[in-house]
Protein backbone atom coordinates (compact mmCIF):
# COMPACT_ATOMS: atom_id res chain seq x y z
CA UNK A 1 0.00 0.00 0.00
CA UNK A 2 1.65 3.31 -1.31
CA UNK A 3 0.05 6.56 -1.65
CA UNK A 4 -2.51 8.78 0.02
CA UNK A 5 -5.57 6.94 1.88
CA UNK A 6 -8.84 8.72 3.03
CA UNK A 7 -9.76 6.95 5.92
CA UNK A 8 -13.81 7.56 6.23
CA UNK A 9 -15.76 7.26 10.18
CA UNK A 10 -16.46 3.12 10.26
CA UNK A 11 -12.63 2.33 9.11
CA UNK A 12 -11.72 4.12 12.41
CA UNK A 13 -14.54 3.10 14.46
CA UNK A 14 -13.85 -0.55 13.70
CA UNK A 15 -9.96 0.16 14.35
CA UNK A 16 -11.02 1.17 17.88
CA UNK A 17 -13.89 -0.22 19.08
CA UNK A 18 -13.78 -4.57 19.96
CA UNK A 19 -17.45 -4.85 18.76
CA UNK A 20 -16.22 -6.70 15.49
CA UNK A 21 -12.80 -8.10 16.02
CA UNK A 22 -12.54 -9.78 12.39
CA UNK A 23 -13.18 -5.87 11.28
CA UNK A 24 -10.72 -4.79 13.52
CA UNK A 25 -8.05 -7.26 12.71
CA UNK A 26 -8.04 -6.43 9.34
CA UNK A 27 -8.24 -2.32 9.41
CA UNK A 28 -5.69 -2.60 11.62
CA UNK A 29 -3.51 -5.01 9.54
CA UNK A 30 -3.91 -2.27 6.73
CA UNK A 31 -2.64 0.46 9.07
CA UNK A 32 0.23 -1.79 9.93
CA UNK A 33 1.29 -2.76 6.16
CA UNK A 34 0.96 1.00 5.06
CA UNK A 35 2.70 2.02 7.84
CA UNK A 36 5.79 4.86 6.34
CA UNK A 37 4.78 3.63 2.90
CA UNK A 38 1.48 5.35 2.86
CA UNK A 39 0.09 8.52 4.11
CA UNK A 40 -3.73 8.77 6.25
CA UNK A 41 -6.36 11.65 5.63
CA UNK A 42 -9.26 12.19 8.01
CA UNK A 43 -11.24 14.94 8.09
CA UNK A 44 -13.05 17.24 10.73
CA UNK A 45 -16.31 14.88 10.02
CA UNK A 46 -14.81 11.95 10.62
CA UNK A 47 -13.91 13.15 13.72
CA UNK A 48 -16.96 14.45 15.22
CA UNK A 49 -18.65 10.98 13.53
CA UNK A 50 -16.32 9.08 15.57
CA UNK A 51 -16.47 10.57 18.68
CA UNK A 52 -20.21 10.48 18.76
CA UNK A 53 -19.94 7.17 18.23
CA UNK A 54 -17.26 6.15 20.54
CA UNK A 55 -19.27 7.93 23.20
CA UNK A 56 -22.87 7.13 21.97
CA UNK A 57 -23.01 3.69 20.75
CA UNK A 58 -19.87 2.32 22.34
CA UNK A 59 -19.93 4.64 25.48
CA UNK A 60 -16.36 5.05 25.60
CA UNK A 61 -15.31 7.43 28.63
CA UNK A 62 -14.78 10.53 26.65
CA UNK A 63 -11.39 11.20 28.17
CA UNK A 64 -10.57 8.08 26.24
CA UNK A 65 -12.20 8.98 23.01
CA UNK A 66 -10.00 12.81 23.58
CA UNK A 67 -6.89 10.35 24.16
CA UNK A 68 -7.43 8.75 20.49
CA UNK A 69 -8.69 12.14 19.05
CA UNK A 70 -5.02 13.08 20.33
CA UNK A 71 -3.50 10.10 18.18
CA UNK A 72 -5.10 10.47 15.48
CA UNK A 73 -3.58 14.04 15.03
CA UNK A 74 -1.07 12.83 12.90
CA UNK A 75 -2.70 11.88 10.36
CA UNK A 76 -3.44 14.89 7.97
CA UNK A 77 -6.62 16.94 9.17
CA UNK A 78 -9.09 18.26 6.00
CA UNK A 79 -10.95 20.99 7.38
CA UNK A 80 -14.81 21.65 5.94
CA UNK A 81 -15.56 24.67 5.45
CA UNK A 82 -18.02 26.40 2.47
CA UNK A 83 -16.12 25.62 -0.42
CA UNK A 84 -15.80 21.91 0.19
CA UNK A 85 -19.67 21.59 1.02
CA UNK A 86 -20.58 23.25 -2.06
CA UNK A 87 -18.11 20.79 -3.84
CA UNK A 88 -19.46 17.93 -1.84
CA UNK A 89 -23.37 19.30 -3.21
CA UNK A 90 -21.96 18.96 -6.79
CA UNK A 91 -20.71 15.46 -6.06
CA UNK A 92 -24.35 14.33 -4.34
CA UNK A 93 -25.99 15.73 -7.63
CA UNK A 94 -23.66 13.91 -10.11
CA UNK A 95 -23.45 10.26 -8.58
CA UNK A 96 -27.01 11.09 -6.10
CA UNK A 97 -25.52 9.51 -3.38
CA UNK A 98 -25.84 10.68 0.56
CA UNK A 99 -24.90 14.18 1.34
CA UNK A 100 -22.24 13.00 3.85
CA UNK A 101 -20.97 10.42 1.88
CA UNK A 102 -20.49 12.99 -0.96
CA UNK A 103 -18.51 15.44 1.49
CA UNK A 104 -15.81 12.13 2.43
CA UNK A 105 -15.56 12.56 -1.33
CA UNK A 106 -14.94 16.19 -1.50
CA UNK A 107 -12.92 16.25 1.66
CA UNK A 108 -10.45 13.20 -0.03
CA UNK A 109 -10.44 14.75 -3.25
CA UNK A 110 -9.05 18.25 -1.91
CA UNK A 111 -6.48 15.94 -0.13
CA UNK A 112 -5.61 14.89 -3.22
CA UNK A 113 -6.47 11.36 -1.91
CA UNK A 114 -6.10 8.72 -4.55
CA UNK A 115 -8.24 6.16 -2.66
CA UNK A 116 -11.08 5.96 0.48
CA UNK A 117 -11.31 3.70 2.62
CA UNK A 118 -14.88 2.52 4.00
CA UNK A 119 -17.72 -0.25 3.94
CA UNK A 120 -20.23 2.63 2.62
CA UNK A 121 -19.93 2.75 -1.15
CA UNK A 122 -19.28 0.15 -3.43
CA UNK A 123 -15.70 -1.22 -3.76
CA UNK A 124 -13.71 -0.50 -6.56
CA UNK A 125 -16.02 2.25 -8.27
CA UNK A 126 -14.88 5.72 -8.80
CA UNK A 127 -16.52 8.20 -7.87
CA UNK A 128 -15.33 11.87 -7.99
CA UNK A 129 -12.31 10.86 -9.04
CA UNK A 130 -11.29 9.11 -6.31
CA UNK A 131 -11.23 4.76 -5.71
CA UNK A 132 -13.49 3.44 -2.67
CA UNK A 133 -11.85 0.52 -1.38
CA UNK A 134 -13.57 -1.67 1.46
CA UNK A 135 -11.00 -2.71 3.64
CA UNK A 136 -13.06 -6.47 3.44
CA UNK A 137 -12.64 -7.11 0.21
Not at 36 to 56: D, P, R
Not at 109 to 124: I, P, R, Y
Request: charged share 20%; net charge negative; aromatic share 10%.
Amino acid sequence: MTGKYFLDTNFLVYCFSQDEPEKQRKCLALLGEAKGEAEFVISTQVLKEFTAVMIGKFQQPPLEVKAIIDDLAFFEVVAIDAQLIKNAIDIHVLHQLFFWDSLILAAAKSAFCHTVLTEDLQHGAELAGVRIQSPFS
